[in-house]
């Protein structure tokens, strides 16, 4: 399937707030040419959603919306209180890791609980681990990586609870804003949003424009 004319506009519900548009910069951006997948689900947390957006996609990069969800999600501030609904952009049983970039994957207990129990999804981030392609997590969004058998032997740092879960999974835990541990970044919660998405622009960068143009590819 190609996935290069799929619309990239984001429609929410009743507050009518929109994550910034992809842009066509002028200025030799830093990701210009590659498209990273945002995987997320209900109760995603929306900030860790829309500052790292709006951070990639003003050094140019396209993102797209990944969901088991077949329309939109459900996003949530501190989890508890429901904010936009944001439209999804393909379905994450009809993707690929070798159609993007990089993966970046917000938090929300219960938005990264759903996805390290969803097959496809966790078929997805696999995928990019085996390929040792570039990783962003923030907050609850290691716990998939644990599925994906994505976290042993690194050093990675999330919301604290989940430290236990990740020291079992074989990786090393630490208190830190900002973690990068080669393909992998990681931060801990949403105070930590500004360190993390100057990080993340520098981890898609690392790596030269992977997305073909052909059949099956996001351009």
């Known amino acids: 399937m190609a996935l290069r004319n799929i619309p990239l506009p984001v429609r929410l519900g009743p507050c009518r707030t929109s994550l910034p548009r992809n842009p066509v910069r002028r200025d030799g951006s830093r990701l210009g040419g590659r498209t990273i997948a945002i995987l997320a689900t209900d109760g995603v947390e929306e900030v860790e959603l829309t500052d790292p ?3 990639l996609r003003q050094a140019g990069a396209r993102t797209l919306l990944i969901s088991p969800n ?11 209180h429901p904010t936009n609904r944001y439209h999804v952009d393909i379905q994450v049983g009809a993707v690929h890791a070798a159609m993007f970039d990089g993966l970046l994957l917000p938090g929300g207990i219960t938005c990264s609980d759903c ?8 078929r997805f981030v696999r995928e ?5 392609q570039p990783i962003a997590a923030i ?3 290691p716990w998939p990586l644990i599925e994906a058998g994505g976290v042993g032997g690194r050093t990675l740092t999330s919301w604290p609870s989940l430290r236990a879960d990740l020291t079992n999974a074989g990786g090393n835990w630490v208190d830190r804003d900002v973690v990068t541990d ?13 360190v993390f998405c100057t990080a993340i622009v520098a981890l898609f960068a690392m790596r030269p424009v992977m ?8 351009g």
Not at 115 to 122: E, G, I, K, S, T
Not at 128 to 132: D, Q
Not at 182 to 194: A, E, F, I, N, Q
């Open 128 to 132: 990019f681990v085996k390929a040792g």
């Open 70 to 80: 077949r329309v939109d999600i459900q996003a949530m501030e501190a989890d508890i």
């Open 211 to 218: 997305v073909s143009t052909g059949h099956g590819a996001v």
């Open 182 to 194: 080669g393909m992998l970044v990681t931060s801990r919660h949403p105070d930590d949003l500004k």
């Open 139 to 141: 907050s609850h969004g």
């Open 115 to 122: 996805l390290r129990m969803d097959r496809d999804a966790v």
């Open 53 to 55: 957006v709006a951070a």
